[in-house]
């Protein structure tokens, strides 16, 4: 009967389905390079705990605090018997920092250790051997966040039984060169998203203008075109930043095909809007509304990007900050250019209605692409 | 404005973060964790005292033997990759002095299969039937590796070597799925039906392993009544299996009978293949748990990908696809996934990303297997048209 199982076994192993989460410890070590300490924070499942110490006393398979606390010193001795850190090939000293408490995640109560490394210095580099578990499991993994010194986000190591030893980066990447990719990566997307730089164009081309019943007359004022301009840049700014950095926290998400089709959309409107006219004062409350749209893009972008962990929040503002430049590039080339033409019977009869006309056919093939799956011959 | 923005956003940040904030229980008496080897199990209670046994006779290789075979029972059994990694370390210092034990070279065989290792399965396996060519197990193992590859001539020799070896039924099933993925869909599906009337003795796990295998031809013919009836049939022996749940998820789903599907799986968030259809369906049906369910299977995902698991790509591709809506993250999973697995389902997640990412030709792989193979699929085969109006060869 065995065998047979075991045949059947073979004919379902394609199913592959573990109902499980494969055992993992997590730590966190962070370095402070002027006293050459790392602190360490040590999560260890409960059950893999049990299953080499036999924390379980009475058998009942019900583990108590109080039969986890009494061993605590087991514990410690166990787990700090399979770390080793040494700085410049001398040992660091490990020591119990805090007593032993508990934490919940995913699968399960994990203890938490608390641990001091005390290393001779820093200056000859820094290692680690992990070797927690490995001869009883070697499907089990150490995970890592080291978190270098002055630095703000974490690097993560993942250990197995063939990457059991090794090394720590000293240098922390900086918070401002951090920064700097991410403002570098903001203005690149404004540029090569095409989507982006003709809806803000679609919104700026009647900015010199005033509509007059059914035509155009040029605005009076430099004065009062760009505050129209710095009203509707504002309002997209501002509605982009909240929703991108909704997004990317995580509190909201809505699905790429949706984005990207109501942003293709967004520009017919708003090029239309030139043509037949109706939204003149308020142009501001169309460029928050549908910015509000374009900063999930702008999310799903960053995400391609991936996010550091740790350092999220430099990221997101880099990146929209990023954003806001390439913004403000267009701005200022395209509006003193449109100024001095507003004039003209050419930027009125043939500029403005074509160029609208143009961005909307443009952005219908966009949204037909988008919403419909529609593969043009472009 | 942008300092208070960046501010807002801080403050939001710090606020996600300070959840994972670890404590210390009131009382000693407090239960802290449930174990899941209760000591009312006896296949755990068993295993247990085989291990003290091993502290006092480690170089006692049968011993080692039952042990990771134990191990290895319990992780099909209940789904726990631990127990994988317990059958792992048991059979480690055998690699020195087991060289002539067919047992040993099956079980490794097994173990390496599991974590996708596929090249080093087969020579463990070869290794297992030079050793002890009666032995049933090795034999049917390279099978199911020879299909999970799509290598269907071997598979077929596999299935034929049975033939003297294991029941009737077993030997016809085997047969049958070669079959149904070569070109003869319908000679395969009646054969094995026939079969199955004919082999009154069959124990239960047989059956229901048959019964799922013909829903899922049925379904390919299109005779819809009848693959509702294989399910039901096979869900009616009483065995809890995670493949026909999840075989007859898609089913329903595929009937858009998501209501039923939230009902079949009440209990099994836990496993992730079947979490991912409880997803799918709560999406369908716009259940209140279906936001809970998406978060909890992109959490496993993540944790997955942090340690560098590769087991679930197919799942996690269709994840990405149908509860995200990310397609390129979808294909890049299911490219991946092709690569070193390439059945049906594979095959149909990987064109429907490349579809929805509009990127015909990524599906390519997908498109020879089917024209290769004369798979019989309409579903497919619609997939295939769409993808080669695109660009994509057939």
């Given at each position: ?24 410890s997590y730590l966190t070590m962070t370095a ?6 790392i602190a360490v924070r040590w999560d260890i ?52 920092a ?5 934490d ?6 994990y203890?938490v250790l608390t641990v001091a490394a ?10 680690v ?13 150490g995970l890592i966040q080291w978190i270098a010194?002055?630095g703000?986000a974490s690097q993560p190591l ?10 720590l ?140 962990q740790g ?68 | ?16 973060q300070?959840?994972a904030?670890p ?372």
């Amino acid at each position: 009967m065995k065998r047979f199982l075991l045949l059947l076994a073979a004919l379902a192993m394609h199913f592959g389905a573990w109902a499980h989460k494969p055992s993992d410890s997590y730590l966190t070590m962070t370095a402070n390079g002027e006293k050459a300490e790392i602190a360490v924070r040590w999560d260890i499942a409960l059950r893999d705990l049990d299953y080499v110490l036999g924390l379980d006393r009475d058998g009942n398979g019900d583990l108590t605090w109080g039969e986890v606390r009494t061993r605590g010193d087991d514990i410690v001795k166990y787990a700090v018997d399979h770390l080793q850190i040494t700085g410049g090939e001398k040992a660091c000293a490990l020591q119990t920092a805090a007593p032993m408490q508990l934490d919940h995640h995913s699968d399960g109560t994990y203890a938490v250790l608390t641990v001091a490394a005390k290393c001779p210095s820093f200056d000859n580099g820094l290692k680690v051997h992990y070797s927690l578990l490995f001869d009883v499991d070697p499907t089990h993994r150490g995970l890592i966040q080291w978190i270098a010194p002055g630095g703000l986000a974490s690097q993560p190591l993942v250990f197995s039984g063939d990457s059991a030893e090794q090394a720590l980066q000293l240098e922390a990447p900086s918070a401002w060169k951090t920064l700097k990719q991410y403002v570098v990566e903001g203005i690149w997307h404004i540029w090569l998203g095409y989507d982006h730089i003709l809806f803000l164009l679609s919104l700026l081309l009647p900015a010199v203008l005033l509509r007059m019943g059914n035509h155009w007359e040029p605005a009076a004022s430099l004065k009062k075109s760009l505050l129209e301009v710095l009203k509707v840049v504002t309002a997209f700014t501002l509605a982009h930043s909240i929703t991108l950095s909704l997004a990317v926290l995580g509190f909201v998400s809505l699905p790429s095909r949706f984005v990207e089709s109501t942003i293709a959309a967004s520009i017919i409107f708003a090029a239309l809007n030139n043509i037949r006219g109706g939204i003149e004062k308020k142009r501001w409350v169309m460029a928050f509304t549908f910015g509000l749209i374009h900063g999930f893009g702008f999310a799903s972008a960053l995400a391609d990007l991936g996010l550091p962990q740790g350092a999220l929040a430099l990221a997101l503002v880099g990146f929209n900050l990023g954003v806001e430049v390439g913004q403000m590039a267009i701005v200022t080339a395209f509006v003193p250019i449109a100024f001095a033409l507003r004039g003209t019977v050419f930027y009125r009869r043939w500029f403005m209605p074509i160029g609208s006309v143009i961005i909307a056919i443009v952005a219908l093939y966009w949204f037909l692409q988008r919403a419909f799956d529609f593969q043009g011959p472009f | 404005m942008l300092k208070s923005l960046t501010l807002a956003i801080l403050f939001a940040l710090a606020c996600s973060q300070s959840s994972a904030a670890p404590f210390t229980p009131k009382s000693d008496s407090e239960v802290v964790e449930k174990l899941p080897a209760t000591a009312n199990d006896p296949s755990v209670r068993r295993v247990d005292s085989l291990r003290k046994q091993l502290a006092a006779r480690p170089n006692d290789a049968a011993l080692r033997l039952e042990i990771a075979q134990r191990y290895f029972d319990l992780a099909m059994a209940q789904g726990d990759p631990r127990y994988v990694g317990y059958a792992q370390a048991a059979i480690i210092p055998l690699a020195q002095t087991a060289a002539n034990n067919a047992d040993y070279w099956q079980i490794r065989g097994m173990l390496e299969q599991y974590s996708h290792d596929f090249p080093g399965a087969m020579k463990s396996l070869e290794k297992a039937s030079q050793l002890d060519p009666q032995a049933a197990n090795p034999i049917a193992w390279r099978a199911a590796i020879d299909m999970v590859q799509a290598q269907y001539a071997e598979a077929l020799a596999e299935c034929t070597k049975l033939v003297p070896l294991v029941h009737p039924l077993f030997a016809q099933g085997c047969t049958a799925y070669v079959q149904a993925n070569t070109g003869h869909l319908q000679a395969a599906y009646d054969a094995l039906n026939k079969e199955l009337n004919a082999a009154g003795d069959a124990a239960p796990g047989l059956v229901l392993w048959v019964q799922t295998r013909l829903g899922e031809m049925a379904i390919r013919l299109q005779k819809y009544p009848e693959a509702e009836a294989h399910y039901t049939s096979a869900l009616k022996l009483g065995i809890t299996d995670q493949y026909l749940l999840g075989a007859y998820s898609d089913f329903l789903l595929l009937q858009k009978r998501p209501a039923e599907v939230v009902k079949l799986l009440a209990d099994w968030e836990r496993s992730d293949i079947l979490l991912l259809r409880l997803a799918l369906a709560g999406k369908a049906m716009n259940h209140p748990k279906a936001a809970d369910w998406a978060r909890q299977l992109d959490d496993r995902f993540t944790a997955a990908l942090q340690r560098g698991d590769r087991l679930h790509e197919q799942e996690a591709a269709r994840f990405e696809l149908f509860v995200q809506g990310h397609p390129q993250k979808a294909l890049d999973y299911a490219v991946r996934n092709y690569g070193s697995q390439k059945e049906a389902r594979d095959a149909d997640i990987l064109m429907q990303a490349a579809l929805a990412a509009n990127q015909p030709k990524a599906a390519q792989p997908a498109l020879d297997w089917l024209r290769v193979n004369r798979y019989e699929d309409p579903a497919l085969a619609q997939l295939a048209d769409q993808l080669v109006a695109k660009g994509a060869t057939r």
